[in-house]
């Protein structure tokens, strides 16, 4: 079991029906050959889409916004380098199922339909939301293809965060501990609480990416910082969120 610690510096403030891209890879993996269950495919079809619309918004504005370039073809390679890891784990685990419950409640499956659903009607948008919105995009895929690439299971898609509070060295109790994948903290609805109030709290099961994490006390809330989760094919993480006032917040 890899450990990985980590701390952030935080200021307070005041209060698809149509056939998916690769669906079906390679002979061998397809579904009635019964090598591949229906909850892995739906991990393959998502990743299939990302891969695909990153495709299309490189083709149509690539040229025009220079700087989506380069995640967006990085958003491609990761995808299709994770779509292959899905299907080797399948191939090593037959009609076994990635997760315990419902598909629809698993963090790393929600993760990647957010993303989907993000890149699929980004090109209506502004060029300044499509570029940033590339950039989250790529840095919670990338975290998740690297937690993948080093994980002891081949697949690295769960981790359990530990969250620590605190200032200095002393640790400070009574805060809740928020998160959301930074593609999808414009959805109020995809902020997601930790069990219990701090400090330590832990959650478990979290997909490795890029997120956005912050503290709230009463009507205190601490200003939202971005943290990667995993990529070291670690499956438990400790954070320790430093609270510091606007005084003592270092420039």
Known sequence: MIIISSAIILTSWPACSQPSPGAYPK???????????DTVLEFHRSLGWIKSYAEKLEKSHGDRLPQTREPLQQIQNDAKFLQQKWLDWAQRQPRSTPYASDIKLDLYFHALQGAQKQLKDLHKNSDEIIVQTVK???????????????SADGLGKEINVKVRTKKGTEEIPGYEVWCSPIALFKFKNEHKRFPKISSPTVLKNMAPGCYVMWLEKGKEKIEPVTQIIGGHGETELEVDLLVFSKLESPK
Request: proline share 4%; net charge neutral.
């Open 27 to 37: 002979p061998g993996f397809r579904k009635e050959s019964g090598l591949v269950s």
């Open 136 to 150: 989250d995009v790529a840095a919670d895929l990338h975290a998740k293809a690297e937690n993948c690439r080093h």
